[in-house]
């Protein structure tokens, strides 16, 4: 009987628990070692934030997306080297501080490699402003750390539908 009651009170427990689901794309510009071997950068994400409000002060949540680097062609000295694609699969913890329809957040996990490419730590701050209240842009930076010394990162704009 205590299990009993214990399982119930728990399931009305994870029920009350809301949650805002946001899903969105991004784009931007390679920055740092990546600016030399690779051309732009665009990806997708979505993002789970627990909390009943969709404006309170402090959320945090989780998110999964994919993140593809478009290879670039160089020429140095008359050679010319085509650098693949490199695509990524980033899963982070989130957290935002908003005030005033505005805020600021940060994502942090592991990025696993999807092509040719090593994953590596991802972290991606970022600041944006909430769009009648369905809709959020962002400007962010994020950066992959595979561990051999390098770092592929980009800056860019990020556009969200709250769910």
């Not at 931007?28 to 969709?54: C, H, L, R, T």
């Not at 990524?88 to 957040?105: E, Q, T, V, W």
């Not at 909430?130 to 750390?145: Q, R, T």
């Amino acid at each position: 009987m205590k299990n009993l009651f214990i399982l119930i009170l728990s399931v009305f427990m994870i029920s009350s628990i809301q949650a805002q689901l946001k899903v969105g794309v991004h784009g931007g510009a390679p920055v740092g070692d990546a600016k030399d071997i690779y051309q732009s950068s665009w990806g997708i994400n979505g993002y789970y934030m627990f909390g009943e409000e969709s404006d309170a002060l402090i959320k945090f949540g989780v998110g999964a997306g994919w993140i593809h680097y478009l290879g670039d062609e160089v020429t140095d000295t008359g050679v010319t080297v085509e650098y693949d694609d490199a695509s990524f699969l980033p899963l982070y913890a989130a957290g935002r501080i908003n005030f005033l329809g505005l805020f600021a957040g940060i994502d942090a996990g592991y990025a696993i490699g999807l092509t040719d490419v090593d994953g590596g730590f991802y972290w991606k701050p970022m600041v944006g402003v909430g769009l009648f209240k369905i809709l959020e842009l962002n400007l962010f930076y994020h950066s992959i750390y595979p561990g051999d010394g390098v770092d592929i990162s980009s800056v860019g704009l990020g556009l969200y539908l709250k769910l």
